[in-house]
């Protein structure tokens, strides 16, 4: 069965899908007679344009080579299409949410994204994302260094030479929260202003004196898509993530964007605050030098 407004999950399930035929070696026409199906079924299920059932997906993998076993995690992905409603997602059931989060900013034409506590992903410095594992927990280094890796990787899509529109709204609090030494509060705070000054990114700061007004709740991202409904993506700190494409979630979370719009600093306001910050924490890291060498001097 057709879909002319395919979800999320659908596409991203028909994205899985088309990989796994490529890595078969096996064109759309050689497995469509395989299994005795029309040419445009297989293409309908790869751009998530059909309602693809869980037969449809043992079917499709196993004549590319899967076991059943392997089939597993694209046959959950499916039941969660079929029942059409908001899903979390976790590392053990899918292979990793950021793996869906990726798909997802990758294909929207503008995110918009909501931090309170943190510098975005997408905004961090190596230094300042290391600091802000470490402090988590005492985790593998080889572990540590994969996800600077990836999150460095993400960035990509922010220079690309034809950008998708990226519009951040971050709490002042997370510029303010130390995470690891001034001298890395100094560095990231610099590349948040130079990130800000590409074309494709607006950066708003959302004031603390702006008091129970800039209380907005966790963080959040809505994506905007050329072809598809908005989606509202919502970070989980046991290691998955929640996509929620129902109109009534998304709309509140556009009634939300109008609020942070109202209190948010403009562009000018808010490269002043990160740039003022930033030499509050180049004093201070300076001040630090000089007691190292004050101590090494006695």
Same mark, same amino acid.
């Given at each position: 069965?057709?879909?002319?407004?395919?979800?999320?999950a659908?596409?991203?399930?028909?994205?899985?899908?088309l990989?796994i035929r490529?890595?078969?070696?096996?064109?759309?026409?050689?497995?469509?007679?395989g299994?005795e199906?029309?040419?445009?079924? /297989?293409s *309908?299920?790869?751009?998530?344009? &059909?309602?693809?059932?869980?037969?449809?997906?043992?079917?499709?993998?196993?004549?590319?080579? =899967?076991?059943?076993?392997?089939? &597993?995690?694209l046959?959950?992905?499916?039941?969660?299409?079929?029942?059409?409603?908001?899903?979390?997602?976790?590392d053990?059931? $899918?292979?990793g949410?950021?793996?869906?989060l /990726?798909?997802?900013?990758?294909?929207?034409?503008?995110? /918009? $994204?909501?931090?309170?506590q943190?510098?975005?992903?997408?905004l961090?410095t190596?230094?300042?994302?290391?600091?802000?594992?470490?402090? /988590?927990? !005492?985790?593998?280094?080889?572990w540590?260094a994969s996800?600077? *890796?990836?999150?460095?990787?993400?960035?990509? $899509?922010?220079y690309l030479?034809?950008?998708?529109?990226?519009?951040f709204?971050?709490?002042?609090?997370?510029? &303010?929260?130390p995470v690891g030494s001034?001298v890395?509060?100094?560095?990231?705070?610099?590349?948040f202003v130079?990130?800000?000054?590409?074309?494709n990114?607006?950066?708003?700061?959302?004031p603390?004196?702006?008091?129970?007004r800039?209380?907005f709740?966790g963080?959040f &991202?809505l994506?905007?898509?050329d072809?598809?409904?908005?989606v509202?993506y919502?970070d989980?700190?046991?290691?998955g993530?929640?996509i =929620?494409?129902?109109?009534d979630?998304?709309?509140?979370?556009y009634e939300?964007?109008?609020?942070l719009? !109202?209190i948010?600093?403009d562009?000018?306001?808010?490269?002043e605050?990160?740039?003022?910050?930033?030499?509050?924490? !180049?004093?201070?890291?300076?001040e630090?030098?000089? !007691?190292? =060498?004050a101590?090494?001097?006695?």
């Amino acid at each position: 069965m057709s879909t002319a407004d395919p979800t999320s999950a659908y596409r991203e399930l028909g994205r899985l899908l088309l990989r796994i035929r490529e890595d078969a070696g096996l064109t759309a026409a050689q497995l469509a007679h395989g299994l005795e199906w029309a040419p445009t079924m /297989i293409s *309908r299920m790869e751009n998530g344009r &059909r309602m693809t059932t869980t037969t449809d997906v043992v079917q499709y993998v196993v004549k590319c080579g =899967l076991t059943l076993r392997e089939a &597993r995690p694209l046959v959950e992905l499916c039941r969660i299409a079929e029942r059409k409603q908001g899903y979390y997602l976790s590392d053990k059931r $899918i292979g990793g949410s950021l793996q869906s989060l /990726i798909f997802l900013e990758s294909s929207a034409s503008h995110s /918009i $994204i909501y931090e309170p506590q943190v510098v975005n992903g997408l905004l961090q410095t190596p230094r300042y994302t290391e600091a802000l594992i470490a402090a /988590i927990d !005492d985790l593998d280094e080889d572990w540590v260094a994969s996800v600077v *890796r990836t999150r460095r990787e993400r960035q990509r $899509i922010l220079y690309l030479r034809n950008p998708a529109r990226f519009t951040f709204y971050l709490h002042e609090q997370a510029l &303010r929260m130390p995470v690891g030494s001034e001298v890395t509060m100094h560095e990231q705070l610099l590349h948040f202003v130079l990130t800000a000054a590409l074309e494709n990114v607006t950066v708003r700061i959302v004031p603390i004196k702006a008091g129970a007004r800039s209380v907005f709740g966790g963080a959040f &991202r809505l994506m905007e898509f050329d072809e598809y409904r908005p989606v509202v993506y919502l970070d989980d700190l046991g290691g998955g993530g929640l996509i =929620l494409e129902d109109s009534d979630y998304v709309r509140h979370y556009y009634e939300r964007m109008t609020m942070l719009a !109202d209190i948010a600093l403009d562009e000018g306001q808010s490269r002043e605050c990160v740039a003022e910050l930033a030499d509050a924490y !180049d004093r201070g890291s300076q001040e630090v030098v000089a !007691d190292v =060498l004050a101590q090494e001097q006695l």
